[in-house]
């Protein structure tokens, strides 16, 4: 496999998982499937713009709490229909969960984005009452992390019980050496401005970082370094990679969505 340098190599997850030509299909269906069968509210407007919108899912009954999952995809790719079925665990659960799609790159800066995801997760808690959980994966994670962050809570940001970064790049300085940068166009200001590990969580906010134990390296790094720099839990996820470790929310009994909605 030839990749433009290095750090592409490091970063690089679909090019070391087997079969990973399958997933976004096997996703889509699942998300689609999902949909048809939820109760669910479609395309909410948290702001203008087709992609500042979100799904809730409900369950039966009145909600003991909101989850939101932000999805990944490195900034640049995927929308909020193409995770639908991740909502499953937390519904049957007796949680709503919400799912919004953001403004992606090259049309937006991360930093933006941080400030899309932070409105909509205020927007879906304004229709749920309870405790709020960010979960999100990869770029996800990273937003989920961000949703945490004293700076994003001092402009007014969502109240946030807890935080789940699921395989999160928690230190985007790293990136600035990939050519998806040509992209996501990160300088030195804004990758650390927007780098939850260097960054401070608000006091109160708990945080728990999931990574699989066969993700690429460089993922492994940076979850640890997230925990460690939160001193907050970590989980290591046996056998699980990049694209399937996020598996877990659709199963309301997994260790996973314990992480997410356990003793809340």
């Given at each position: 496999m030839d990749f433009a340098s290095e750090a592409d190599r490091v970063y690089a997850n679909g090019a070391f998982i087997p079969g990973a030509d399958g997933f976004?299909?096997?996703?889509?269906?699942?998300?689609?499937?999902?949909?048809?069968?939820?109760?669910?509210?479609?395309?909410?407007?948290?702001?203008?713009?087709?992609?500042?919108?979100?799904?809730?899912?409900?369950?039966?009954?009145?909600?003991?709490?909101?989850?939101?999952f932000v999805h990944g995809g490195y900034w640049m790719a995927f929308?909020?229909?193409?995770w639908s079925h991740?909502?499953?665990?937390?519904?049957?659960?007796?949680?709503?969960?919400?799912?919004p799609s953001y403004t992606l790159a090259p049309e937006a800066r991360i930093s933006a984005m941080t400030?899309?995801?932070?409105?909509?997760?205020?927007?879906?808690?304004?229709?749920?009452?309870?405790?709020?959980?960010?979960?999100?994966?990869?770029?996800?994670?990273?937003?989920?992390?961000r949703m945490a962050c004293e700076d994003v809570q001092s402009r007014g940001g969502p109240k946030v019980a807890r935080v789940v970064p699921i395989s999160p790049i928690a230190d985007l300085r790293p990136l600035m050496a990939t050519e998806m940068n040509?992209?996501?166009?990160?300088?030195?200001?804004?990758?650390?401005?927007?780098?939850?590990?260097?960054?401070?969580?608000?006091?109160g906010v708990q945080a728990h970082v999931w990574v699989g134990g066969q993700e690429r390296p460089a993922f492994l790094w940076q979850a640890r370094l997230l925990s460690e720099e939160w001193n907050c839990p970590w989980t290591v996820d046996a056998g699980r990679h990049h694209f399937d470790v996020m598996d877990g929310l659709t199963d309301p009994g997994s260790p996973l969505m314990d992480a997410c909605l356990g003793g809340l």
């Open positions: 976004v299909p096997r996703w889509r269906a699942e998300a689609a499937a999902y949909r048809g069968r939820a109760r669910a509210q479609l395309g909410l407007g948290y702001g203008p713009g087709a992609r500042r919108r979100f799904d809730l899912f409900a369950p039966e009954g009145a909600p003991r709490g909101l989850m939101v929308d909020r229909e193409d991740l909502a499953a665990g937390a519904v049957a659960r007796g949680w709503a969960c919400a799912v400030d899309e995801v932070a409105a909509a997760v205020r927007a879906a808690a304004d229709l749920v009452p309870g405790p709020v959980v960010v979960a999100g994966h990869s770029a996800g994670g990273h937003l989920a992390a040509a992209t996501l166009r990160l300088d030195d200001a804004e990758a650390v401005a927007q780098s939850p590990a260097l960054l401070r969580p608000r006091a």
